[in-house]
């Protein structure tokens, strides 16, 4: 699964948790996140499409999927939702 360029800074690393959740629900029509193996969360409904990784405790939050043109996609609502929620939020790059 490839790895979205772009992740979520959470501004308290606290919220990481309720920002996996809530961008969950908001972007990707889950009822919640799942938290699975290893610092990673099921975040599109079951669909195994996305997965959210929070590991470090460092309120980075970063997102990988199944198919390569689900990327762009899902970085546009990594983007739409840090825009939705800049008073806790903000969209990064990473390598």
């Known amino acids: 699964m490839p790895y ?5 800074k959470a501004d308290h690393a606290g ?3 309720n920002l996996i959740s809530l961008i969950a629900t908001e972007r990707f029509r889950a009822k919640e996140a799942y938290s699975l193996e290893s610092g990673r969360w ?6 195994n499409d996305v ?3 929070y ?19 899902t970085e ?4 739409n939702f840090a825009i939705n ?7 990064i790059e990473i390598d």
């Open 15 to 17: 919220d990481a948790i």
């Open 4 to 8: 979205c360029s772009t992740a979520l």
């Open 42 to 47: 099921n975040i599109d409904a079951g669909e």
């Open 85 to 91: 929620h800049s008073d806790v939020c903000k969209a």
């Open 51 to 53: 997965r959210a990784i």
């Open 55 to 73: 590991r470090n405790d460092d309120g980075l939050i970063k997102f990988f999927c199944r198919y390569e043109s689900d990327i762009q996609p």
């Open 76 to 79: 546009a609502k990594i983007n």
